[in-house]
């Protein structure tokens, strides 16, 4: 009788993610890029399928126990064939919007969990000798962070093509035993979540334990406390569960999804955080939100006294696990005034709330949350999933996640990547999102937003960038002033 081995089932937290699903709202990861030139079909797919023993994560699908009694697991697919994970689709005019839209809708799809939950597309017909890339990775799979670490696995900071390594092949271990009892599986899954039980009680005493040591606050220093001061749990529990108030977009998720993009020179970005007095994250949300609030302001909303609440992804990986998939990430919540039209007080309000959020370790409670909402019977987390994500609740406004990327240039098969601009999903009513990657000097943003909770996307893309001129100009920075710093290499 086999059993399986435990790095072969999914966390609790990247189930949770498959559960979320459903149709109208896929739950992927995605990377949406530019290359020069033209990047043959055949050689692409067999480059990628040499790649694959790297990373053996990519031959296997998801599988589900007989009624849900025990967490996802993670088995080779024996029916593998490249050809179902690389494709091409061919742009009629060639234009940037005709390629927004042929990705929007590749991006509006479920993935088939008979095979593994990835797909590369490439996009012919680009204006200019270009060709397009789809990247999708089920985020069961991996975050945004594992995510980057599979585009330098595929790509590499060599302009020469490689030569095409021999192909190994794979292999699979024994099937799973169909033999095996159905009393035993019910067995396992019972010690599964008593091991979830266990761990998230483990976590909960050690931050009562943490915040019992903390001498305790006079009623007079808890109502003179300056904003970021450290906060009892019940504070911020009340502070990660407090509703926000719904924008135009904030309605339930029902699909397709429309995609946009912006780009800013990051030596701009960092220009500003320099003379602000803050980080890149910061410059990020300040013009983020001052784009929202040009859009809300187009549709009407009063701001006065109105907070846009923005949850940031937290990374836990330590230094040197860039490349472990699945997901290691907490979630932050950071209230920011709408209200707000003077950039440098914008910003300040920013840097404010994001303080506020690191010093009170909310992202902490997220984490333990999620470890509390393991320990629910996973058939009970399959059932309740779906209906879950149409429920009319607004605990955010939208997620805004920035990832670091390689600040020189990647090249796939010697096609030099000239643009990637990050995808992440929206559900619930979280209408859209939004994402952040810096690549080779330039800061990619990426909108997704559900066609009916936000028709109008593409100006968004508008606002990001005026709003961005804006705070440059508040700021006292010219772009003449701006020295160009070439790409570099790693040696």
Not at 36 to 63: F, N, W
Request: proline share 8%; glycine share 8%.
């Amino acid at each position: 009788m086999s059993v399986r081995p435990e790095n072969d089932c999914l966390s609790s937290g990247d189930a949770l993610f498959l559960y979320f699903e459903r149709e109208g709202q896929p739950v992927n990861v995605a990377a949406v890029s530019v290359f020069e030139g033209v990047i043959p079909l055949d050689l692409c797919a067999e480059y990628i399928e040499s790649k694959l023993p790297l990373i053996p994560r990519y031959r296997q699908r998801v599988v589900a126990p007989a009624y849900n009694i025990d967490l996802p697991s993670w088995e080779y697919d024996r029916k593998f064939d490249i050809r179902h994970h690389v494709r091409e689709v061919a742009l009629r005019r060639g234009t940037e919007a005709e390629f927004k839209t042929v990705a929007a809708k590749l991006l509006s799809t479920t993935m088939d969990r008979e095979h593994p939950l990835w797909d590369f597309s490439l996009v012919r017909g680009l204006k200019s000798d270009r060709t397009g890339v789809v990247l999708r990775m089920h985020h069961c799979l991996v975050d945004g962070i594992s995510g980057v670490g599979l585009l330098n696995v595929l790509m590499d900071a060599n302009p020469a093509a490689p030569p095409l390594p021999k192909r190994k092949r794979i292999q699979a271990p024994p099937a799973p035993d169909p033999g095996i009892l159905p009393g035993f599986g019910l067995i396992t899954a019972s010690v599964s979540a008593a091991q979830r039980l266990l761990t998230a009680s483990l976590e909960l005493l050690d931050m009562g334990s943490s915040a019992a040591k903390k001498p305790p606050q006079t009623e007079k220093a808890q109502t003179e406390a300056m904003p970021g001061t450290e906060v009892g749990a019940l504070d911020k529990l009340k502070h990660l569960l407090e509703f926000s108030v719904r924008l135009p977009f904030n309605v339930v998720c029902t699909g397709p999804q429309k995609f946009g993009w912006a780009e800013i020179p990051l030596a701009e970005i960092k220009a500003v955080k320099q003379a602000c007095g803050a980080t890149v994250n910061d410059v990020v949300l300040t013009i983020v939100t001052a784009a929202i609030r040009r859009y809300a302001e187009l549709h009407g909303v009063r701001l006065k006294g109105r907070r846009l609440r923005i949850i940031i992804p937290v990374n836990l990986r330590a230094e040197g696990e860039v490349a472990e998939l699945g997901n290691r990430i907490s979630f932050m919540p950071v209230n920011i005034p709408l209200d707000i039209r003077d950039p440098r007080k914008l910003i300040a309000a920013v840097r404010e709330a994001t303080e506020r959020g690191k010093n009170t370790h909310v992202a902490e409670l997220v984490g333990l949350v999620g470890a509390l909402l393991g320990t629910i019977p996973t058939a009970l987390q399959a059932l309740l999933g779906p209906l879950a994500s149409r429920l009319p609740l607004s605990l955010c406004n939208l997620i805004c996640t920035n990832v670091p990327g390689p600040q020189y240039p990647l090249y796939l098969l010697g096609h030099k990547q000239l643009a990637c601009y990050p995808y992440v999903p929206i559900g619930g009513e979280m209408g859209m999102n939004c994402a952040i990657l810096t690549y080779n000097g330039t800061a990619y943003f990426g909108f997704t937003g559900d066609a009916h909770a936000i028709p109008d996307l593409k100006r968004l893309e508008t606002f990001l960038t005026q709003s961005f001129a804006e705070l440059r100009k508040a700021a006292g920075i010219a772009l003449a002033d701006l020295a160009k710093t070439p790409a570099t290499r790693p040696t």
